[in-house]
Protein backbone atom coordinates (compact mmCIF):
# COMPACT_ATOMS: atom_id res chain seq x y z
CA UNK A 1 0.00 0.00 0.00
CA UNK A 2 1.17 3.39 -0.79
CA UNK A 3 2.16 5.77 2.23
CA UNK A 4 2.93 9.30 2.74
CA UNK A 5 4.96 10.46 5.35
CA UNK A 6 4.98 14.05 6.75
CA UNK A 7 8.12 14.46 9.60
CA UNK A 8 6.70 17.22 10.69
CA UNK A 9 3.45 17.66 12.80
CA UNK A 10 3.71 21.47 12.86
CA UNK A 11 6.58 23.85 11.91
CA UNK A 12 6.24 27.22 13.96
CA UNK A 13 8.40 30.14 11.54
CA UNK A 14 8.76 33.63 11.69
CA UNK A 15 7.41 36.00 9.84
CA UNK A 16 9.52 36.67 6.55
CA UNK A 17 11.54 33.81 7.55
CA UNK A 18 11.94 31.14 4.80
CA UNK A 19 10.18 27.60 5.44
CA UNK A 20 10.47 24.03 4.13
CA UNK A 21 7.47 21.52 4.49
CA UNK A 22 8.78 17.74 4.13
CA UNK A 23 7.03 15.18 2.33
CA UNK A 24 8.18 11.47 1.10
CA UNK A 25 6.19 8.92 -0.71
CA UNK A 26 6.82 5.13 -0.77
CA UNK A 27 6.19 3.90 -4.16
CA UNK A 28 8.78 3.44 -6.70
CA UNK A 29 6.45 3.28 -9.30
CA UNK A 30 5.23 6.51 -12.01
CA UNK A 31 3.27 9.08 -9.41
CA UNK A 32 1.44 11.99 -9.47
CA UNK A 33 2.21 14.47 -5.75
CA UNK A 34 0.38 16.96 -4.80
CA UNK A 35 -0.07 20.00 -1.92
CA UNK A 36 -2.98 21.15 -0.62
CA UNK A 37 -3.19 24.06 1.98
CA UNK A 38 -6.64 23.89 4.74
CA UNK A 39 -7.02 27.37 6.14
CA UNK A 40 -8.69 27.60 9.76
CA UNK A 41 -12.64 26.32 9.46
CA UNK A 42 -11.98 25.69 5.63
CA UNK A 43 -11.97 22.69 3.74
CA UNK A 44 -8.85 21.98 1.46
CA UNK A 45 -7.35 23.72 -1.45
CA UNK A 46 -4.53 22.80 -4.02
CA UNK A 47 -1.50 24.62 -3.73
CA UNK A 48 0.39 22.72 -6.59
CA UNK A 49 0.68 19.37 -8.26
CA UNK A 50 3.33 17.58 -9.68
CA UNK A 51 2.77 15.69 -13.20
CA UNK A 52 5.70 15.23 -15.13
CA UNK A 53 8.36 17.40 -16.91
CA UNK A 54 10.42 19.78 -14.65
CA UNK A 55 10.87 18.83 -11.24
CA UNK A 56 10.49 22.13 -9.77
CA UNK A 57 6.61 23.71 -9.75
CA UNK A 58 5.65 26.70 -8.71
CA UNK A 59 2.48 26.57 -7.00
CA UNK A 60 -0.77 29.81 -6.14
CA UNK A 61 0.74 31.90 -2.81
CA UNK A 62 4.46 31.74 -3.44
CA UNK A 63 5.03 28.36 -2.61
CA UNK A 64 7.11 25.95 -4.50
CA UNK A 65 7.79 22.40 -4.33
CA UNK A 66 10.92 20.12 -5.75
CA UNK A 67 10.15 16.60 -7.03
CA UNK A 68 13.05 14.28 -6.01
CA UNK A 69 12.61 10.39 -7.71
CA UNK A 70 15.99 9.19 -6.05
CA UNK A 71 15.11 10.01 -2.84
CA UNK A 72 11.02 9.65 -2.98
CA UNK A 73 10.30 13.33 -1.75
CA UNK A 74 8.42 15.90 -2.67
CA UNK A 75 9.21 19.27 -0.08
CA UNK A 76 7.29 22.38 0.20
CA UNK A 77 9.02 25.76 0.29
CA UNK A 78 8.79 29.25 0.51
CA UNK A 79 11.35 31.61 0.71
CA UNK A 80 9.25 34.23 2.81
CA UNK A 81 6.46 32.89 4.85
CA UNK A 82 3.25 35.83 5.77
CA UNK A 83 0.80 35.03 9.23
CA UNK A 84 -1.70 34.31 6.38
CA UNK A 85 0.64 31.35 5.80
CA UNK A 86 -0.99 29.56 9.01
CA UNK A 87 -2.52 26.63 7.84
CA UNK A 88 -2.38 23.08 7.58
CA UNK A 89 -0.64 21.66 4.69
CA UNK A 90 -1.47 18.14 3.03
CA UNK A 91 0.89 16.30 0.84
CA UNK A 92 -0.59 13.52 -1.44
CA UNK A 93 -0.09 10.96 -4.15
CA UNK A 94 -1.86 9.14 -6.61
CA UNK A 95 -0.05 6.46 -8.24
CA UNK A 96 -0.43 5.53 -11.72
CA UNK A 97 -2.94 7.23 -14.45
CA UNK A 98 -6.67 6.45 -14.84
CA UNK A 99 -9.30 6.40 -12.13
CA UNK A 100 -7.19 6.24 -8.90
CA UNK A 101 -7.42 7.38 -5.05
CA UNK A 102 -5.57 9.89 -3.17
CA UNK A 103 -3.64 8.81 -0.38
CA UNK A 104 -2.73 11.46 2.25
CA UNK A 105 0.13 12.42 4.61
CA UNK A 106 -1.07 13.41 8.27
CA UNK A 107 -0.64 16.71 7.59
CA UNK A 108 2.31 19.54 8.74
CA UNK A 109 0.60 22.46 10.95
CA UNK A 110 2.55 25.87 9.83
CA UNK A 111 2.51 28.57 13.00
CA UNK A 112 3.81 31.90 11.32
CA UNK A 113 4.58 34.01 14.25
CA UNK A 114 5.32 38.08 14.18
CA UNK B 1 -15.45 27.84 -10.15
CA UNK B 2 -16.07 24.83 -9.07
CA UNK B 3 -17.84 24.76 -6.01
CA UNK B 4 -18.82 21.93 -3.61
CA UNK B 5 -20.99 22.26 -0.60
CA UNK B 6 -22.21 20.44 2.50
CA UNK B 7 -25.26 20.84 3.76
CA UNK B 8 -24.08 21.75 7.71
CA UNK B 9 -20.68 23.52 8.93
CA UNK B 10 -21.60 21.56 12.62
CA UNK B 11 -23.51 19.10 13.33
CA UNK B 12 -24.29 17.45 16.95
CA UNK B 13 -26.25 13.95 16.98
CA UNK B 14 -26.62 11.68 19.81
CA UNK B 15 -25.19 8.22 20.25
CA UNK B 16 -28.22 5.81 18.24
CA UNK B 17 -29.27 8.27 15.93
CA UNK B 18 -29.06 7.93 11.92
CA UNK B 19 -26.98 10.68 10.52
CA UNK B 20 -27.22 11.97 6.98
CA UNK B 21 -24.16 14.15 5.84
CA UNK B 22 -25.24 15.64 2.36
CA UNK B 23 -22.58 17.03 -0.47
CA UNK B 24 -23.71 18.92 -3.86
CA UNK B 25 -21.31 19.93 -6.44
CA UNK B 26 -22.30 22.08 -9.34
CA UNK B 27 -19.56 21.06 -12.04
CA UNK B 28 -21.17 17.78 -13.43
CA UNK B 29 -18.62 15.94 -11.96
CA UNK B 30 -18.24 12.15 -12.22
CA UNK B 31 -16.25 11.04 -8.87
CA UNK B 32 -17.43 11.84 -5.66
CA UNK B 33 -15.58 11.22 -2.30
CA UNK B 34 -16.29 11.03 1.69
CA UNK B 35 -13.25 11.88 4.11
CA UNK B 36 -12.47 11.52 7.16
CA UNK B 37 -10.43 14.02 9.19
CA UNK B 38 -8.75 13.43 12.21
CA UNK B 39 -5.81 15.05 14.03
CA UNK B 40 -2.72 13.16 13.34
CA UNK B 41 -3.98 11.08 11.03
CA UNK B 42 -4.82 12.94 8.02
CA UNK B 43 -7.64 12.49 5.80
CA UNK B 44 -8.82 8.80 5.15
CA UNK B 45 -11.25 7.91 2.78
CA UNK B 46 -14.62 6.40 3.97
CA UNK B 47 -16.12 5.83 0.08
CA UNK B 48 -16.27 6.79 -3.33
CA UNK B 49 -18.87 7.23 -6.46
CA UNK B 50 -17.42 6.62 -9.98
CA UNK B 51 -20.81 8.05 -11.34
CA UNK B 52 -24.52 8.16 -10.34
CA UNK B 53 -25.81 4.91 -8.55
CA UNK B 54 -21.87 3.28 -8.16
CA UNK B 55 -19.82 3.24 -4.86
CA UNK B 56 -16.66 1.71 -3.96
CA UNK B 57 -15.43 1.32 -0.14
CA UNK B 58 -12.57 3.29 0.58
CA UNK B 59 -10.17 2.55 3.55
CA UNK B 60 -12.49 3.16 6.77
CA UNK B 61 -16.47 1.92 5.44
CA UNK B 62 -17.14 0.18 8.78
CA UNK B 63 -20.08 1.98 10.11
CA UNK B 64 -21.11 4.08 6.81
CA UNK B 65 -22.98 3.67 3.85
CA UNK B 66 -23.56 5.82 1.02
CA UNK B 67 -26.06 7.44 -1.48
CA UNK B 68 -25.50 8.86 -5.17
CA UNK B 69 -29.37 9.06 -6.44
CA UNK B 70 -27.93 12.16 -8.69
CA UNK B 71 -24.79 13.02 -10.06
CA UNK B 72 -24.55 16.56 -8.01
CA UNK B 73 -25.87 14.45 -4.75
CA UNK B 74 -23.15 12.40 -2.72
CA UNK B 75 -24.51 11.54 1.16
CA UNK B 76 -22.92 9.93 3.75
CA UNK B 77 -24.80 8.25 5.95
CA UNK B 78 -24.55 6.68 9.41
CA UNK B 79 -26.88 4.22 10.43
CA UNK B 80 -26.60 4.32 13.90
CA UNK B 81 -24.11 6.80 14.97
CA UNK B 82 -21.32 6.56 17.74
CA UNK B 83 -19.15 8.67 19.58
CA UNK B 84 -15.86 7.48 17.70
CA UNK B 85 -17.39 8.76 14.55
CA UNK B 86 -17.19 12.62 15.82
CA UNK B 87 -14.80 13.60 13.58
CA UNK B 88 -14.61 16.36 10.54
CA UNK B 89 -16.15 15.09 7.51
CA UNK B 90 -14.88 16.47 3.92
CA UNK B 91 -16.57 15.52 0.71
CA UNK B 92 -15.02 15.97 -2.65
CA UNK B 93 -15.68 15.82 -6.43
CA UNK B 94 -13.06 15.46 -9.31
CA UNK B 95 -13.75 15.47 -13.20
CA UNK B 96 -12.42 11.94 -14.24
CA UNK B 97 -11.31 12.99 -17.95
CA UNK B 98 -7.84 14.12 -17.11
CA UNK B 99 -6.06 11.28 -15.48
CA UNK B 100 -4.06 13.25 -12.80
CA UNK B 101 -6.93 15.96 -12.00
CA UNK B 102 -7.11 17.74 -8.50
CA UNK B 103 -9.84 16.84 -6.04
CA UNK B 104 -12.14 20.07 -5.05
CA UNK B 105 -13.32 19.41 -1.74
CA UNK B 106 -16.23 21.05 0.44
CA UNK B 107 -15.75 23.00 3.33
CA UNK B 108 -16.61 20.18 5.62
CA UNK B 109 -19.30 19.68 8.17
CA UNK B 110 -17.60 19.09 11.92
CA UNK B 111 -19.88 15.79 13.26
CA UNK B 112 -20.08 15.44 16.84
CA UNK B 113 -22.13 12.46 18.48
CA UNK B 114 -23.03 12.97 22.04
Known amino acids: AQSVTQLDSQVPVFEEAPVELRCNYSSSVSVYLFWYVQYPNQGLQLLLK??????LVKGINGFEAEFNKSQTSFHLRKPSVHISDTAEYFCAVQVGAGFQKLVFGTGTRLLVSP | DVKVTQSSRYLVKRTGEKVFLECVQD?????MFWYRQDPGLGLRLIYFSYDVKMKEKGDIPEGYSVSREKKERFSLILESASTNQTSMYLCASRFPESSYNEQFFGPGTRLTVL
Open chain 2, 27 to 31: MDHEN
Open chain 1, 50 to 55: YLSGST
